[in-house]
């Protein structure tokens, strides 16, 4: 039978291996068709990448770069009052930064409207009877017409704002063009209207500019467009032509795909960079740059309120880029930048023109999304073939270092020469992948697990087999409530063991561990529940009545624990024969008495003798202790209870999930590696340090410890560890003086 169920596993293990790449691979090629289809969750993990570069080393400011902004701020404000100003006093900004040489004067205001402030504007508004009055005091120019003329012969650049309706107002092209390669107007951002100024005004500055921002789909501003489209024409960007007008240069210069020197192969793949002045710009194939950000610099900013009222000296103005525009967030001029939540949009134009003057920008290479997808497939299949060879820690430790060093290659790209690659869309497919792998190798060695199960669990204690073939009726489904003994042991750091040995060695050393046990607890006419891989679960009291069960359970732990020292004599000889390493292995044992359910429980087809219920969870959650207080054996309070006169040491006072009072639990003495004189000396220490911990007096409880352990020696050793460790985490704490030291312990 045994024979037979392992032949039937190295079947299910053969079709689980003949569909295991061609998964791999449908896997590989839907995450490739995510990534190509780019949906705004891929996108966005893309962009928080790349932002969380910025804020890891963001671009410094350089104050030496020529570069101001004329910022009418809230002082500004208060001394000129509320916006919009008189266009005189725009007139008179542009007054004085001309006298102090400015290389460029930008606007990125629109002045689409009259100057409502003006004389001949405020008598349209009127009553007839009192405009008649005034109109002989109109002079022979407006507030618009000083500042066109102020504006003329200066290099001033004012801004437009393109719009998607559908108007095309008559803009005066300040600008030239030339072209190399393909036409680049088809890459460009389209718009279809536009908001200009006042035809006086536009028409006597050297240069006009949009001073449009298009945020990504989260608000955020990354990439910023040199030119737009507006029909058939090309309009370039407020920065842009603040730049060309600086350098007093006519022309632009669009290289596109397909032009000398730049290899497209035919195809048209946008625009390669552009030329402004002296100032040769690569850009992405929409003509964007993608701005390496630096925090807002206070120091960038003039307020204008200095500069008019002479405050401001030559020095910080001439030869340099002047911006004029607000920082007030009640003028709705504020963005937001990988590193700014709120930014004055002006702000972000001169961080333009400083990243070009610098030629120090972020690039995200042709290349880069065939070169992800690559990493995609090529670690993607390297691990497929690689970590299910490997066992289930190695593999996910490999699962989890490629990520980290795709994130590591990622950053020293971007730290070092300014390159974008995505690293988080690549990590997260390949843990997905390290998750579906893992669970793979798991099961793997689960299979290898169940075989040891399979072929022990048609064994039952002798007295049950006798019952069934008496009453083949026991059968059926059912099952009655009654008290019994349950056991749970488990082998410790039973992985670790598991991954040293071939399944054939694992089966060897199951077989030579659970023989013995499952030999002592039949032998205290114990009905072994059943066999998980390196644990058992036995009961005592049914389905036949055991008088004294609890003393039977507890005589089995001893003499499980006792038996260990020789099966791990057994096993050293073995290890040192073959010359390898060897480990004790260790057991713990949880034993529990209260009413279960138990019977014959499964389906018509297939089902188990055993037991369940909320005593059956205690007993395990005993076992677990066991491994927190470095015992061989935990009882809980109503199995010692039941044992008068067996030797047990008190442990702990537990909290069971769901239960008010707490319970007791109990270390059985005849299993710790000490003899009874020993145990006579300790007890009593004992005792006093444990009413010393739970009247909180934690300086006796320490004082104590050390005593115990001196009696005690190795054998409890980590017992006495964790309570020092909760003494020390308990230190100061106001616990009220109900506490009684209970330890929580839940169940599931």
């Known amino acids: 039978m045994v024979e037979d169920r392992h032949q039937d596993l190295q079947r299910l293990k053969t079709r689980i291996g003949r569909f295991y790449l061609p998964l791999i691979c449908l896997f590989l090629v839907l995450a490739l068709v995510l990534?190509?289809?780019?949906?705004?969750?891929?996108?966005?993990?893309?962009?928080?990448?790349?932002?969380?570069?910025?804020?890891?080393?963001?671009?410094?400011?350089?104050p030496d770069l020529p570069v101001r902004i004329i910022d009418i701020d809230s002082d500004s404000l208060a001394r000129f009052g509320q916006w919009p100003w008189p266009r005189t006093i725009i007139r008179d900004l542009v007054i004085e930064l001309s006298k102090r040489n400015a290389a460029a004067i930008a606007f990125d205001i629109l002045f689409a409207e009259p100057d409502r402030t003006s004389l001949e504007q405020v008598i349209k508004r009127m009553p007839p009877e009192q405009a008649g009055r005034l109109r002989d005091l109109v002079g022979s120019a407006t507030n618009d017409q000083l500042l066109a003329e102020a504006l003329k012969g200066t290099p001033s650049v004012l801004a437009l704002l393109l719009t998607n309706e559908t108007n095309t107002p008559d803009i005066a092209q300040k600008a030239g063009f030339a072209f190399a390669g393909d036409d680049p107007k088809p890459f460009l951002p389209a718009f279809t209207g536009v908001e200009s100024n006042l035809p006086l005004l536009d028409e006597a500055v050297k240069a006009i500019g949009a001073m449009n921002l298009i945020p990504n789909r989260d608000g955020v501003v990354r990439q910023v467009p040199l030119f737009f489209r507006l029909g058939d024409r090309i309009i370039p960007s407020l920065a842009a032509e603040a730049l060309r007008v600086a350098q007093g240069a006519?022309?632009?210069?669009?290289?596109?795909?397909?032009?000398?020197?730049?290899?497209?192969?035919?195809?048209?793949t946008g625009i390669n960079r552009v030329r402004i002045g002296e100032m040769d710009i690569p850009t992405d194939a929409k003509g964007q740059l993608t701005l390496k950000f630096r925090p807002t610099a206070p120091d960038i900013y003039i307020s204008a309120w200095k500069l008019l009222a002479g405050e401001v000296s030559e020095n910080q103005i001439a030869g340099k880029i002047i911006l004029i525009g607000t920082s007030m967030p009640s003028l709705f001029d504020l963005r937001a930048t990988p590193l700014d939540p709120v930014i004055a949009g002006v702000e972000i134009d001169a961080q333009i023109i400083e990243n070009i003057l610098k030629q120090n920008r972020l690039s995200r290479p042709d290349y880069a999304d065939a070169a992800e997808k690559s990493i995609i497939v090529v670690l993607g299949l390297l691990m497929a073939l690689t970590m299910w060879r490997l066992s289930p820690s190695l593999a996910a430790g490999l699962g989890a270092l490629v990520p980290a060093i795709l994130m590591l290659g990622g950053w020293i790209l971007y730290r070092y020469w300014d390159l974008l690659f995505d690293p988080l869309y690549p990590s997260l497919v390949l843990l997905l992948l390290t998750a579906g792998i893992t669970f793979y190798i798991y099961r793997q060695v689960e299979t290898q697990r169940s075989e040891v199960r399979s072929a022990f669990s048609r064994y039952l204690a002798p007295a049950?087999?006798?019952?069934?073939?008496?009453?083949p009726a026991k059968l059926a489904l059912g099952g009655e409530v009654r008290e019994l003994t349950l056991m749970f042991c488990d082998v410790r750091d039973f992985t670790s063991i598991s991954e040293g040995l071939t399944a054939s060695e694992l089966t060897l050393f199951i077989n030579e561990l659970m023989t013995p046990l499952s030999d002592i607890i039949l032998r205290e006419r114990g009905t072994i529940d059943k066999f998980m891989g390196d644990a058992i679960m036995a009961f005592w009291n049914a389905p036949l009545d055991v008088d004294d069960h609890a003393r039977r359970a507890c005589s089995s732990a001893i003499e499980m624990a006792s038996t260990m020292a020789g099966l791990n004599r057994g096993w050293q000889d073995k290890a040192r024969a073959t010359g390898r390493s060897f480990s004790p292995v260790r057991i713990g044992i949880g034993i529990n008495t209260g009413e279960c359910c138990v019977g014959n429980l499964g389906s018509k087809q297939r089902f188990d003798y055993s037991a369940i219920g909320d005593e059956v969870n205690v007993t395990s959650r005993l076992e677990g202790l066991t491994k927190l207080y470095g015992l061989p054996a935990v009882a809980g309070e109503l199995t010692v209870n039941r044992c008068p006169?067996?030797?047990?040491?008190?442990?702990?006072?537990?909290?069971?999930?769901?239960?008010?009072?707490?319970?007791?639990?109990?270390?059985?003495?005849?299993?710790?590696?000490?003899d009874k004189l020993a145990l006579a000396r300790l007890l009593p220490l004992h005792q006093d340090f444990l009413r010393a911990y739970r009247t909180q007096k934690w300086d006796e409880s320490e004082m104590l410890i050390a005593q115990c352990r001196k009696t005690a020696g190795e054998a409890l050793e980590t017992y006495y560890a964790v309570f020092e460790r909760r003494i020390q985490a308990l230190r100061g704490t106001d616990l009220g003086p109900d506490w009684d030291g209970v330890y929580a312990m839940t169940t599931k």
């Not at 049950?464 to 009453?471: D, L, T």
């Not at 909290?655 to 299993?671: E, M, N, Q, T």
């Open 35 to 62: 990534r190509g289809g780019d949906p705004f969750f891929v996108s966005a993990l893309r962009l928080i990448a790349f932002d969380y570069y910025q804020r890891l080393a963001p671009q410094p400011y350089d």
């Open 645 to 674: 006169g067996l030797a047990v040491i008190e442990i702990d006072l537990i909290r069971v999930k769901g239960r008010v009072r707490p319970v007791r639990i109990f270390g059985l003495a005849d299993s710790f590696d000490f």
């Open 250 to 268: 006519s022309t632009y210069v669009i290289k596109s795909s397909n032009a000398s020197g730049e290899t497209a192969f035919g195809q048209q």
């Open 464 to 471: 049950v087999v006798e019952e069934i073939i008496a009453s």
